[in-house]
């Protein structure tokens, strides 16, 4: 069964620095997703993209974050300069035109 | 604000002991409830979509039913294996994409 695939599944960064968390959504899906779910805490929307834009984010998706599309299987995730409260584990999620979001099983990012 | 609340927070079942999990929410228009399960250090895993009041779907041992301002996860006769934290999640008809998650709960079959 196609699944989405995440790496890597442990980052560990230094506070100020740049991460870039990397998603393979499943091959046919057209609607990509970033959630982050702090230790302890809720699954948070970040953001959703669609045809090479932006569709909707969320307050906690301020300036530092951004997405792309690099390539056609790839999606990214970039922190341009993380602090110690981005530490949590970051979910990928896709959809094709049906409403199921199908998730991969996370980047745990560690600001130390 | 559109929000989900989750009860019982944990709980804690004989294996074959039969009970129901509990979702109660607020959104401006319901597009669509979502249940997920999700099993530690992992994603959340699709388990059913429900889109009207009155509407019921079943899948081995789980079965989920909707109402206008809740939903059940119906657990029969578990196994050590459902032990999981199970999600439930809204979309909301204001939003297309965005998926408001539950804090779930916490379940432990034991043998």
């Known amino acids: 069964e196609p699944e989405v695939t995440q790496t890597p599944s442990h980052q560990v960064t230094q506070m100020g620095q740049e991460v870039i968390l990397r998603c393979v959504p499943i091959?046919?899906?057209?609607?990509f997703y970033w959630y982050r779910q702090i230790l302890g805490q809720k699954v948070e929307f970040l953001v959703s993209?669609?045809?090479?834009?932006?569709?909707?984010k969320s307050e906690i998706f301020d300036d530092q974050f951004s997405v792309e599309r690099p390539d056609g299987s790839n999606f990214t995730l970039k922190i341009r300069s993380t602090k110690l409260e981005d530490s949590a584990m970051y979910f990928c999620?896709?959809?094709?035109?049906?409403?199921?979001?199908?998730f991969g099983d996370g980047t745990r990012l560690s600001i130390l | 604000e559109d929000q989900v609340t989750q009860s019982p927070e944990a709980l804690r079942l004989q294996e074959g002991e039969s009970s129901s999990l509990n979702c109660s929410y607020t959104v401006s228009g319901l597009r669509g409830l979502f249940w997920y399960r999700q099993d530690p250090g992992k994603g959340p895993e699709f388990l059913f979509t429900l889109y009207s009041a009155g509407e019921e779907k079943e899948k081995e041992r789980l079965k989920a039913t909707l109402t206008k301002k809740e939903s059940f996860l119906h657990i029969t006769a578990p196994k050590p294996e459902d032990s999981a934290t199970y999600l439930c999640a809204v979309q909301a008809k204001t939003s297309y994409d965005k998926v408001i998650f539950g804090p779930g709960t916490s379940l432990s079959v034991i043998p």
């Open positions: 091959s046919n899906h057209l609607y």
């Open positions: 999620a896709s959809r094709n035109d049906r409403a199921v979001q199908h």
């Open positions: 993209f669609y045809n090479n834009e932006i569709s909707e």
